[in-house]
T-cell receptor, first 113, second 111 residues
């Protein structure tokens, strides 16, 4: 299958720990997006890459959050010193520049205890 | 600031009935998206609407866009149980790539 993949699918951690999530986009897609979704809400934009360049960060993305896309392929999202309010589904999406649709991965569900 | 409102937020209906979900947005945006999400699953793209008067149909779902009214509708015809899901609309911001999402409409279709 050549869709967007995310790893892990579920993560349970204790408050204060660091976590890292990985996203592998569709292979030819040069744009990659991270969103966060809490229960009963629509996704909220976090950040966006075109190739390896991080072009936009939401003000939701505090300094505890960092994202990278080192070679313009997969991306990682790290959360340092997790807080209970970080519990959410973290979604990754990818698209081709100039195309309209964003294709979403299955998400990583984070639970901070 | 671009905001998106959907209504209703929850809808329970019988199989075979027709209904419409509404999506209003606050400022000019020329791209509107509809996505479907099943419980615990990710988002599946349904429609991308680009221009005023655009209408797209797939099976029992039909989406339309009125950019002057800043309104999109998702119409369900003769609903079947398999359409039970949460439906989201989203629009692009000025930056042309960031999707701004509605809160979703949870649709339950009873046999």
């Amino acid at each position: 299958d050549t869709g967007v993949s995310q790893d892990p699918r579920h993560k349970i951690t204790k408050r204060g720990q660091n976590v890292t999530f990985r996203c592998d986009p569709i292979s030819e897609h040069n744009r990659l997006y991270w969103y966060r979704q809490t229960l009963g809400q629509g996704p909220e934009f976090l950040t966006y890459f075109q190739n390896e360049a991080q072009l936009e960060k939401s003000r939701l993305l505090s300094d505890r959050f960092s994202a990278e896309r080192p070679k313009g392929s997969f991306s990682t999202l790290e959360i340092q010193r997790t807080e209970q309010g970080d519990s959410a589904m973290y979604l990754c999406a990818s698209s081709l520049a100039g195309y309209l649709e964003q294709f979403f991965g299955p998400g990583t569900r984070l639970t901070v205890l | 600031e671009l905001k998106v409102e959907q209504n209703p937020l929850f809808l329970s209906m019988q199989e075979g009935k027709n209904y419409t979900i509404y999506c209003n947005y606050s400022t000019t945006s020329d791209r509107l998206y509809w996505y479907r999400q099943d419980p615990g699953k990710s988002l599946e793209s349904l429609f991308v609407l680009l221009s005023n008067g655009a209408v797209k149909q797939e099976g029992r779902l039909m989406a339309s866009l009125d950019t002057k009214a800043r309104l999109s509708t998702l119409h369900i015809t003769a609903a079947v149980h398999d359409l039970s899901a949460t439906y989201f609309c989203a629009v692009t911001s000025d930056s042309n790539y960031q999707l701004i999402w509605g809160a979703g409409t949870k649709l339950i279709i009873k046999p």
